[in-house]
């Protein structure tokens, strides 16, 4: 297998990052919830927190859930616990992806400008990136509320993340993304892509080595 370049890196002035399973090591509490929420109405958690469940942002999440429960919880029901238990997590728990704190920070002294992409809510990314210390390291973060909200399977938050940033040119951005989906529509667009390993989903890995431009199994490989 040829060695991955990821010199490559360097000709960036402009990143986007996602959230969940790129810089916060997160998605594991999505699944956790989900499994929790099947077992307690009695209901086998068939597919696990899969592809459509990671690419959906907060309500439609929601929606996709109480489908799945057949009704046996509202969707208004799930959309409140499942804010509650997230915004704790966020706040409280959650930890980083190995050396991506590391990373973002040096970029920050490099002078490499920064914006958070993600399917979460901003006032769940909020607190986590300040539970992380990485606050200061990002101009915006953009989600689906901004958006009207279309998540990371259209182009539109791309866009506005570039929008906001002052740089519509797609080709001097790079994305550091672990969804597929999020890899495909940023790669369409020009956007240079960086695939993140997500241990949490095996079957990830093969399909985002398959998409993306340059596949990275985790942060600290950057440090090398």
Same mark, same amino acid.
């Given at each position: 297998?040829?060695?991955?370049?990821?010199?490559r @890196?360097?000709?960036?002035?402009?990143?986007?990052?996602?959230?969940?399973?790129?810089? =916060?090591?997160?998605?594991?509490?999505?699944?956790?919830?989900?499994?929790?929420?099947?077992r307690?109405?009695?209901?086998?958690?068939?597919?696990?927190?899969?592809?459509?469940?990671?690419?959906?942002?907060?309500d %439609?999440?929601?929606?996709? @859930?109480?489908?799945?429960?057949?009704?046996?919880? +509202?969707?208004?029901?799930?959309?409140?616990?499942f804010?509650?238990?997230?915004?704790?997590?966020?706040?409280?728990?959650?930890?980083?992806?190995?050396?991506? %704190?590391?990373?973002?920070?040096?970029?920050?002294?490099?002078?490499?400008?920064?914006?958070?992409?993600?399917?979460?809510?901003?006032?769940?990314?909020?607190?986590? @990136?300040?539970?992380? =210390?990485?606050?200061?390291?990002?101009?915006?973060?953009?989600?689906?509320?901004?958006?009207?909200?279309?998540?990371? +399977?259209? %182009?539109?938050?791309?866009?506005?993340?570039?929008?906001?940033?002052?740089?519509?040119?797609?080709?001097?951005?790079?994305?550091?993304?672990?969804?597929?989906?999020?890899?495909?529509?940023?790669?369409?667009?020009?956007?240079?892509?960086?695939?993140?390993?997500?241990?949490?989903?095996?079957?990830?890995?093969?399909?985002?080595?398959?998409?993306?431009?340059?596949?990275?199994?985790?942060?600290?490989?950057?440090?090398?």
């Amino acid at each position: 297998m040829m060695k991955a370049d990821y010199s490559r @890196l360097r000709d960036f002035r402009y990143m986007l990052f996602d959230f969940d399973g790129t810089i =916060g090591d997160s998605n594991a509490a999505y699944g956790d919830y989900c499994l929790r929420l099947f077992r307690e109405n009695g209901i086998p958690f068939e597919g696990g927190f899969d592809e459509a469940l990671k690419t959906a942002h907060f309500d %439609p999440m929601c929606h996709l @859930l109480a489908e799945r429960l057949n009704g046996a919880v +509202s969707e208004e029901e799930i959309r409140r616990d499942f804010d509650r238990y997230l915004l704790s997590f966020y706040t409280n728990e959650v930890l980083p992806m190995p050396g991506a %704190p590391e990373y973002v920070r040096r970029l920050q002294r490099q002078g490499i400008r920064k914006c958070v992409v993600t399917a979460s809510p901003c006032r769940h990314i909020e607190p986590a @990136l300040s539970r992380l =210390g990485l606050s200061e390291c990002f101009e915006y973060i953009v989600s689906p509320e901004m958006t009207g909200g279309l998540d990371k +399977s259209h %182009p539109d938050m791309f866009l506005k993340a570039m929008e906001l940033m002052g740089n519509e040119n797609a080709a001097g951005w790079c994305l550091f993304d672990d969804s597929v989906t999020a890899v495909k529509t940023a790669r369409a667009l020009g956007i240079f892509t960086v695939g993140v390993y997500d241990p949490t989903d095996e079957t990830q890995k093969e399909q985002i080595q398959e998409v993306c431009d340059l596949f990275l199994p985790d942060f600290t490989v950057l440090s090398l």
